[in-house]
């Protein structure tokens, strides 16, 4: 019988506490496994001796981290078997500046991490200085030189802004991303939650900075802006799909985002706005909170499951064949006339080509609150990428009846910036 996963662990069972030890000394707990109360085994691992009294700061940070390490004890993921932790959060930086605003294709694969802050603005408020004023925040945030970090190292911190339909009303009626989102089917969403002026996403390898960021943020925007809704979210495990291409599972099992514009250009013919001018360099982001009914879908045999998806739940084929990254066939049928992707499967009435428009770059999240769900968020540059492909969902998709739409929103995703060029100054002047 296989043993189970071990899992490092810094609280040490009484047994291993000594009894006694001189003044100005800290215990010393040599490797040592021990069964875990709730299941498997730990590793108790050398605490080395202190040269000097402790400081009261270090020993309350010593003990919250001993607290945490004792109460994410087995829940945590593991790399291997032998116990090691997964990578500890990335410390690469992603550069803010440049043609476009990071958070969207970069990092690849995006951080594990997520916060959406959707915010309105205040009649009167002048848009481009506090854009402005953002874009500065963001540039002091990401090189970690921001007092209101509290000491936290960025590491791959991206912080990603969007304005709303009305704010992009107010400069051209004609402009990409000035159009709200029509409704659509199987929703349930509070007027707070549909709309909004400005998008605010910050993601990052460290969960703990993503808060810090946007408190940092909001209060650089005070009283000019008033929250609507926000929304966390955690990415699944990373799946191999082709060369340095990965994607995660979504909380329904199923590895998400495969198809997308992931080469230069595929992006420039999909992603980026070409023009006009003043939003060169954005795109259109649309965001679709939706609870998941992942109770009915777990009574599903994995066949049935699979057909909803049109894809294996474990590797990602397609139901046609081939590899993960492979071209779905549409075409391809059982020797008794039975298409091998149903007719209402998930890839055949999405797919771009059979919908008749481009591709749409997804990093979704899976979410907890306020239900077990997922957040949809997907760049393009045409709002008609989303909203026809929705539209022929709404008319047959096998996986809509196990999902409602709680919050959505679309915006347009600004233009890079750098410090010579601020931040909306392209469009608010």
């Known amino acids: 019988m296989p043993q189970p996963a071990s899992t490092r662990v810094d609280v040490p069972s009484t047994a291993a ?13 040599h490797d040592r496994r021990v069964r875990l109360p709730q299941g498997g085994y730990g590793t108790l691992h050398t605490v080395r001796r202190a040269d000097h009294h ?11 981290t001993v607290l945490a390490a004792g109460l994410t004890a087995g829940c945590e993921p593991r790399s291997t078997e032998s116990g090691q932790l997964d990578a500890p959060a990335s410390t690469t930086p992603v550069p803010p500046t440049g043609p476009h605003q990071a958070g969207i294709t970069l990092p690849r694969p995006a951080q594990p991490n997520l916060l959406a802050v959707v915010t309105d603005l205040d009649d009167g408020v002048a848009v481009g200085p506090l854009l402005a004023e953002l874009g ?5 945030l990401t090189a970690g030189t921001d007092a209101r970090l509290l000491g936290l190292p960025p590491g791959d911190l ?50 703990l900075v993503v808060p810090i960021v946007a408190a940092a943020l909001l209060d650089q925007a005070g009283d000019r802006v ?50 006009p001018a003043p939003v060169a360099g954005g795109t259109i982001a649309v ?30 084929i397609p139901l046609s064949g081939g590899t993960i990254a492979s071209d779905p066939d549409l075409g391809a049928k059982t020797p008794d006339g039975r ?22 770059l997804r990093r979704s999240y899976g979410i907890d609150e306020p239900a077990a769900g997922l957040l949809f968020i997907s760049f393009q540059n045409d709002i008609r990428t989303f909203t026809n492909t929705l539209t022929r969902m709404d008319n047959g998709d096998a996986l809509l009846p196990f999902t409602t739409t709680t919050a959505s929103a679309s915006f347009l995703i600004l233009p890079g910036f750098d410090q010579q060029h601020p931040l909306g100054a392209t469009l608010f002047h």
Not at 54 to 64: H, I
Not at 288 to 308: G, K, W
Not at 341 to 360: C, N, Q, T, Y
């Open 54 to 64: 402790p400081s009261r700061r270090a020993f309350l940070g010593a003990g919250a």
């Open 339 to 360: 298409y091998l992707i149903p007719a209402d499967a998930h890839l055949r009435r999405a797919h771009s080509s059979v919908v008749g428009v481009g591709l749409m």
């Open 158 to 207: 991206t912080v990603t802004i969007g304005v709303g339909p009305r704010l992009v009303r107010m400069v051209d009626p004609s402009l990409p991303g000035a159009a709200d989102l029509p409704q659509f089917s199987r929703e349930q969403i509070a007027p707070q939650a549909r709309g909004g002026d400005l998008l605010i996403q910050i993601c990052a390898g460290d969960a």
């Open 136 to 140: 500065q925040a963001v540039l002091t």
């Open 17 to 29: 506490i000594p009894r006694r030890r001189k003044r100005g000394m800290i215990p010393v707990w």
């Open 287 to 316: 965001l679709r909170r939706m609870e998941l009914d992942l109770p009915r879908f777990a009574t599903l045999s994995v066949a049935d499951q699979e057909a909803v998806f049109g894809r294996r739940r474990d590797t990602g």
């Open 226 to 275: 008033r929250e609507r809704w926000r929304q966390s979210g955690r990415r699944g495990s990373n799946v191999p799909v082709d060369q340095s291409l990965t994607a995660p599972r979504n909380p329904l099992g199923f590895i998400d985002g495969i198809v997308g514009p992931h080469t230069t250009a595929q992006e420039q013919r999909d992603l980026w706005l070409a023009g």
